[in-house]
């Protein structure tokens, strides 16, 4: 049977600036299973530099090491850490265990690093053989230095290791825990486990079965008072590396990621304030501008769709050409397809009733006839009208009878007392005759309106062939383009445009309005997206900033995990994931202020916003991003940290 731990010609020399130190020189040792030697030499003698190699947490930079007979010089990465996590169990003179960690905890850990998941009856166990059992919900501050250590041992016990190595375990202690740490350790050999510990303490190496003495790093002696029955160990095959995940592992790396970020709260916060106003912005803007969409595709009802409406065209170089009643009479005549054709005017003026006046708009609008309300075709949609509609005999008279909207009710006559009353609009007595629901947006600033008669209003109150706009509405939403072609021919012909010219007017559909809004809102769109990409910048910088602190405080534990046989991905993994959480809660909490502030919207804009499956899985799918993006190099830095290095670092 090969020596457990065959070392032979080993050197390893450290260079820092112009100093060259020899930590190992030419360093051959075996140790057979079973045995319990101790290290002994002054400081800087290369014992610790010696059983870090031996505990394959270092390499040599010469001579070979055989472990149970196999050869390790070729090992790469992962199967060192697996070798690390299955075969070595490592304990140090400052204990390293993880702070505010219940001992259970502390000794669950190298369990997370095997792959094979956790078991809390086997850390119990193993805390009770060290004489813990009643102290395994004990945080590591509530424990003594011996006791500390001995859940070090615990912990360095659970993956069943061959062999337990240990740097000064009991330096840090006082005599009678010095003995209470050695007396476990004396017996774990007992029951047949190899221990090496390095010591400088003549009275713990007198305690071993065998003292190696070390100078200047090279072995100066070597003395074995007790050895091992021989024959008991069996063959060793060392483990492969561990590939991919195990659920168990994510899940503690879940829960290291949030107590990181619990513990610093305050930090915490202020580093997903920039992943929480970018995502904030845009999410406020997407569901404001779906809500918009859905609220204009809603109230699109099928005669909205159908309808054509002629305006004049504003912009250009030349004068704007006024929408005229020839155009009405021309459209009436050219138009085959159009089911109705109604001509609109507005205008603010000054309404009065009694001593009561104010400004607001008087208008014809759409067909607002009773027939045509009767028809299913008025413009008065789901709105609900109290008394009546003026009748299409009333237009022909030009008949002075109004209807009237809430908002001018409540400011001339107060709630409910409109109807049968009089108004007056220019100086003109009309009778009110119906009361209409304020539309969207009226009742919110109040804004009074009055309804009369096409007739009345352009041959009595405004006195102009000038309309604003004229409705052609189609029989049917299909058949809204071609009513939009025969009207562009049609007022292309009465103005006797030439071929190449220009239309002096504007034709359009719902459908066109729709796409006009589109537009308007991905050019509002691109001027809030790079807002909120600078502010998602700036916050993925913050990330990153607090991810380097985050790795630079926690260089030790980084350390400690790879010696219990973390290896580098687990370690690139834990980090990012914190780094993800953090933007993840950043986007929530944007998700969150997004949709508040949409909600704060609606109340100016009435327009309720929607929060599409989407849109949220595009914020967390984008925070992912982020987090990923700006916590790799973080975490990169973190998984290649050099153990030994890391655990020395102050
Ligand atoms: P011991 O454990 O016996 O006190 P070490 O094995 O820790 O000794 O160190 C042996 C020598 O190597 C010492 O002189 C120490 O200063 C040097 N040494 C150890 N680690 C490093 C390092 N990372 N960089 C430079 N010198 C080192």
Known sequence: MPPLIDVRNISKTYETGSFRVEALRNVSITIDAGEFVSLVGPSGSGKSTLL???????????????????????????????????????????????????????????MVYTGLGASAAKALKCLELVGLGDRARHKSNELSGGQCQRVAIARALVNDPLVIMADEPTGNLDAVSRQEVMRVLKDLNDRGLTLVIVTHDEEISSMTGRVVRMKDGAIVSDESRRRPAPGGAAAVTLPEARLGFSPSEFAEQLKVAFKAIWSHKMRSALTVLGILIGVGAIISLMTISEGFMKDMLSATSEETASTVVVSPRYGGSKKTRPVTFADLEAIKAGVPLADKVTPVISRVLKISAGEKNTRGSVGTDE??????????????????LTGRFFTTEENLNRARVAVVNASLEEKLFGKGGALSNEIR???????????????????????????????????????????????????????????????????????NLREDAENDFDVSTAEASIKL???????????????????????????????????????????????????????LIQFLIEAVVLCLIGGGLGVALGFGLAWAAYFVIKVPPTLGAGTIAFAFGFSTLIGVGFGFWPALRAAMLDPIEALRYE
Do not use: C
Not at 67 to 80: C, S
Not at 444 to 458: K, M
Not at 542 to 554: A, K, Q, W, Y
């Open 425 to 495: 609009i220019n100086d003109i007595t009309f009778l009110v005759i119906g009361v209409m629901e304020n539309r969207k947006g009226e009742g919110l600033v109040g804004w009074p309106r009055a309804y009369i008669p096409f007739n009345t209003a352009a041959k009595r109150v405004f006195g102009t062939s000038r309309l604003d706009s004229i409705e052609i509405l189609a029989a049917s939403p299909g058949e809204a383009e071609e009513a939009r072609v025969q009207a562009i021919n049609t007022l292309r012909a009465s103005h």
């Open 517 to 571: 809004f589109k537009d308007v809102m991905n050019k509002l769109s691109l001027a809030v997206y790079s807002i909120a990409a600078i502010s998602l910048l700036v916050g993925g910088i913050g990330i990153m900033n607090i991810m380097l602190v985050s790795v630079t405080e926690r260089t030790r534990e980084i350390g400690l995990r790879k010696a219990l046989g973390g290896r580098n991905a687990d370690i």
């Open 52 to 110: 870090h190699i031996m505990g394959f947490l270092d390499k040599p930079d010469a001579g070979e090491y055989f472990f149970a007979g196999h050869p390790t010089a070729n090992l790469g990465e992962g199967r060192l850490a697996a070798i690390r996590s299955r075969m070595v169990g490592f304990i140090f003179q400052s204990f390293h265990l993880l702070k505010r960690t219940t001992a259970k905890d502390n000794v669950l850990l190298p």
């Open 367 to 384: 067909g607002f006839s009773q027939e045509d309300q009767k028809r299913g075709k008025g413009s008065l949609g789901k709105l609900k």
